[in-house]
């Protein structure tokens, strides 16, 4: 296998974690390049569910080497939990997990400025994850950020903590009226954990660039989606990192003549958690039926998703600015018993048609989805295991999402399990 980028095409949640956990049989490196506990990435593997938040789903593969890049924000206590949380589950990261010392860190002010700044902003809130990524990401910018790697110098550590909540002390008390973070007592906390997860800390640039010189694949496992890109996603209802396939680049220290093919994973329909337009969401009743099937609840956060049909404006911009060159449709099966399926494929705004996504988010307020219908195929998909046993009306709708987006279908999925995914080779198909 090549090195790939799995890039979420919509609002996060498409199923990135299963298709990446699907794919690391065939890959030696799988690195997270940007976010941090905000994401939650589900995989199945029999009875077991496992929700991988800062660890690249790959760990599951016992023999695989898994890396968190320079490009990740880290809450350090919830990483050793996640470590932990795996170890008690049977899977041990010892000796292939390594962890960027250019990575930024998370701390307990910037979760507090994340959680007051939501509540300042009421109405207007963003919805985030609570994590403190937002903050965390500010500071990396300010160039104030304090990295992982800092951590391993007492006194360096102790000063870089010291000047950083003069200030955040200052914002605490004097603007948001809350009490201060004593520097000890983090301090402690984080020194602790660094002892413990030492033997991870690593410059990954040059552990990944060797691999890849060694002829070893990579698969880089994107967080978030394209439209939480804090660049081209519907700013200001986004994350704070670059989701989108150029993170893949800046968050490992990997150049993009490395990376072979950008696979952008596409859920059947739309679903977003948190605030932020949805074109094509669900009246209320419909959007209940579709997220209980789905099962659309936030694995990080718990909140309920919000669901709408499949947005071809979104994801054939997706599949631009991430320069997607693959595709894998996931939870095909939610839509299992529609009698018809609709597909946005323009807007209407302001009396004028539009092709283009609109990314502003004045404009997208106003755009109106226009819909075409497709039958449903009203078959249980779950067991399917080859596209030639697909009925119809499914091929049908594939077909249609590769029309409109211009890229081909490599992967499908109907359910959470592992053997629930499918690998189209149509090209195949037609030739035989
Ligand atoms: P990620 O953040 O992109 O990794 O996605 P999440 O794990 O947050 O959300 C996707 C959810 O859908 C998880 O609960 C998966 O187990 C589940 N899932 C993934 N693929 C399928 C599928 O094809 N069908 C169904 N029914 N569930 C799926
Ligand atoms: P995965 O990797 C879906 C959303 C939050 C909020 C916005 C900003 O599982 O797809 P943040 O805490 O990042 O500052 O919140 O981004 N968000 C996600 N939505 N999936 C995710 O990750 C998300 N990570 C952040 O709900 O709207
Ligand atoms: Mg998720």
């Known amino acids: 296998?090549?090195?790939?980028?799995?890039?979420?095409?919509?609002?996060?949640?498409?199923?990135?974690?299963?298709?990446?956990?699907?794919?690391?049989?065939?890959?030696?490196?799988?690195?997270?390049?940007?976010?941090?506990?905000?994401?939650?990435?589900?995989?199945?593997?029999?009875?077991?569910?496992?929700?991988?938040?800062?660890?690249?789903s790959g760990i599951l593969h016992k023999d695989k080497i898994c890396v968190i890049g320079n490009g990740v924000v880290i809450d350090l206590a919830d990483l050793y939990s996640e470590i932990k949380g795996l170890e008690s589950q049977g899977i041990s990261v010892k000796g292939r997990l390594f962890i960027s010392q250019y990575a930024h860190l998370i701390f307990p002010y910037h979760k507090a400025l994340d959680k007051i700044k939501e509540e300042r902003k009421g109405l207007e809130k963003i919805g985030t994850t609570g994590r403190g990524?937002?903050?965390?990401?500010?500071?990396?910018?300010?160039?104030?950020?304090?990295?992982?790697?800092?951590?391993?110098?007492?006194?360096?550590?102790y000063k870089k903590l010291?000047?950083?909540?003069?200030?955040?002390?200052?914002?605490?008390?004097?603007?948001?009226?809350l009490g201060s973070?004593?520097?000890?007592?983090?301090?402690?906390?984080?020194?602790?954990?660094?002892?413990?997860?030492k033997e991870y800390i690593a410059d990954v640039s040059w552990i990944l660039n060797e691999a890849i010189d060694q002829g070893k694949s990579v698969l880089f496992e994107g967080a978030q989606g394209t439209l939480l890109d804090v660049d081209h996603g519907t700013y200001p209802?986004?994350?704070?990192?670059?989701?989108?396939?150029?993170?893949?680049c800046t968050g490992t220290g990997v150049g993009p003549t490395k990376i072979e093919k950008a696979m952008g994973v596409v859920k059947a329909y739309s679903t977003r958690v948190g605030e932020g337009p949805l074109p094509t969401e669900f009246p209320?009743?419909?959007?209940?039926?579709?997220?209980?099937?789905?099962?659309?609840?936030?694995?990080?956060?718990?909140?309920?998703?919000?669901?709408?049909?499949?947005?071809?404006?979104?994801?054939?911009?997706a599949v631009m600015i991430n320069g997607i060159n693959a595709l894998a449709v996931t939870k095909l099966d939610v839509l299992d018993e529609l009698e018809t399926i609709k597909i946005c494929t323009r807007y209407e705004c302001d009396g004028k048609i539009l092709?283009?996504?609109?990314?502003?988010?004045?404009?997208?307020?106003?755009?109106?989805?226009?819909?075409?219908?497709?039958?449903?195929?009203?078959?249980?998909?779950?067991?399917?295991?080859q596209y030639e046993?697909?009925?119809?009306?499914?091929?049908?709708?594939l077909d249609r999402i590769e029309e409109l987006l211009e890229a081909n279908i490599e992967l499908v999925s109907v359910g959470s399990k592992r053997d629930q995914t499918i690998r189209i080779s149509k090209q195949c198909e037609a030739k035989c």
């Open 181 to 197: 973070f004593v520097t000890k007592d983090i301090f402690d906390e984080y020194i602790q954990i660094a002892g413990e997860l």
């Open 133 to 157: 990524i937002g903050p965390a990401y500010v500071d990396k910018i300010a160039r104030t950020g304090i990295r992982v790697g800092d951590v391993l110098d007492r006194d360096v550590f």
């Open 1 to 56: 296998m090549s090195n790939i980028v799995i890039v979420g095409a919509q609002w996060g949640d498409e199923g990135k974690g299963k298709i990446v956990d699907y794919l690391t049989v065939e890959a030696d490196y799988i690195v997270r390049y940007q976010g941090g506990n905000n994401a939650g990435h589900t995989v199945v593997i029999g009875d077991d569910r496992y929700i991988l938040h800062l660890i690249p």
């Open 237 to 248: 209802y986004v994350t704070s990192s670059n989701s989108t396939c150029g993170g893949a």
């Open 389 to 397: 046993e697909f009925p119809q009306e499914l091929k049908n709708y």
């Open 162 to 177: 010291e000047d950083n909540l003069k200030e955040k002390n200052e914002i605490m008390s004097k603007i948001y009226g």
């Open 355 to 385: 092709d283009r996504f609109p990314n502003s988010i004045d404009i997208l307020k106003r755009c109106k989805p226009i819909y075409e219908e497709h039958p449903g195929w009203k078959t249980d998909t779950t067991g399917l295991t």
């Open 284 to 317: 209320p009743e419909f959007g209940e039926k579709i997220r209980a099937k789905g099962e659309e609840f936030g694995a990080t956060t718990g909140r309920p998703r919000r669901c709408g049909w499949l947005d071809a404006v979104v994801t054939r911009y």
